[in-house]
């Protein structure tokens, strides 16, 4: 307990909050770098999802690049990107968001692969063209296992974002690094216990947009 | 690849010491895990808890964890124990949705079957649902095998001796091959992880292969 007790005054310290590197400006980098890694993923992910989804083309591609992720070393990657792309944004944005992807990719191709294929013989029947099966019956009804799909790759880069510090990009990793060079524990904890709260609530945030989406995308009679 | 042919040792060693991190783990989380998926199996009330407690332990970052778990360990940061006990929860977390899933997946006629002819509680546990569930829980266990594996060399820039190590030390003296090697070592052993518990489970589980054949 004396431990959190420490970390906690560390992070009430009013030195340690304002600043170019204060505790505000790297919550803001922290989610900056999250979320623009986020939308990337979403931005390649999502088409690539439904484009495999709608056609029911490339399934074993979807799959293997899953577990190929799950494979990939993170500060790996990262440090790869790194020294080919040197120290600053570039390396955390461009790794996070291979990382991520695929997580996205297998969320929109679930939600079009779980639809009953009776309810898109329904909507064929009804005389909907291609692609209004694909934006009123396809779309709506994936939505929850899209969301899933992007709140694991959220999940993700947060936590790796972690790692952007290590390559000078900053964030909240900042406050772990230079606790771990200085060996003050205390400074390393705030880190971690922000890094984790954060974390925690982005989960929480995801997870009422799901309920929310699921809620509204269930047929009412 | 010559920085490879110079620096064999340096990359068998860190192999062996990310496999002595990751195996521990892998076998631990699965060992605790199963009995904990059986209780969100048999009893409705716990599964919410219990599945909602893998999903947020999940969602905790992995390099955060390490520094706060030894708070209530009492080890050190750079301890491998610390390393191993974060990669055994995140391995529990992945372990337990799949796991109840896997022992919800037998046929109930099996487990009614099994009390009819006066099998006990364990006896239909040990010889009717683990078996049964056992293609689901394989295929549970390859994935935290992968993820434990891949997850391992964040501990290398805390200084601890992995694969980890070789991305934290040619980042920094900038060898682009050594961070290639470490990768690559990364992913074959996952594949060769992978393959021992395909196996193991072919010989442990003949009757899925034979049923995969006849449904052909």
Known sequence: MNWLMETLEWIADPTHQSGPDGLWALIGQHLAITGWASAASVLIGVPLGYLVGHTGRGRMLVVGLSGAARALPAIGLLTLVALVAGIGLTAPLVALAVLATPSVIAGAYSGFDSIEPATLDAARAMGMSPSQVLTRVEIPLGLPQLLGGIRAAVLQVIATATLAAYVGAGGLGVYLFRGLKTQDYAQMLASAVLIVVLALLIDVLFEVLTQITVRAVRPRL | MRWLANNWDTVWQATLAHLELSLPAIVVSFLIS????????????????????????????????????????????????????????????????????????????????????????????????????????????????????????????????????????GFQRGILAEVIAGILATVVIALAVDLLLVLAGRALLPWTRASARRSR
């Open chain 2, 34 to 169: 199963v009995p904990v998926a059986w209780l969100a199996h048999r009893f409705s009330w716990s599964r919410f808890t219990l599945v909602t407690l893998g999903s947020l332990i999940y969602a905790i970052p992995s390099l955060p964890l390490l520094i706060v778990l030894p708070l209530v360990l009492g080890t050190t940061v750079r301890d491998q124990i610390n390393v191993v006990v974060a990669l055994s929860l995140y391995g529990f977390a992945l372990m337990i949705r799949a796991g109840t899933d896997a022992l919800d997946a037998v046929p109930a006629s099996c487990v009614h079957a099994a009390l009819a002819v006066g099998q006990s509680g364990p006896s239909r546990f040990f010889t009717v649902e683990l078996p049964l569930a056992g293609p689901g829980l394989l295929a549970g266990l390859r994935v935290v095998s992968v993820s434990t594996i891949a997850l391992v060399s964040v501990s290398g820039v805390l200084g601890i001796n992995s694969l980890g190590m070789l991305f934290v030390d």
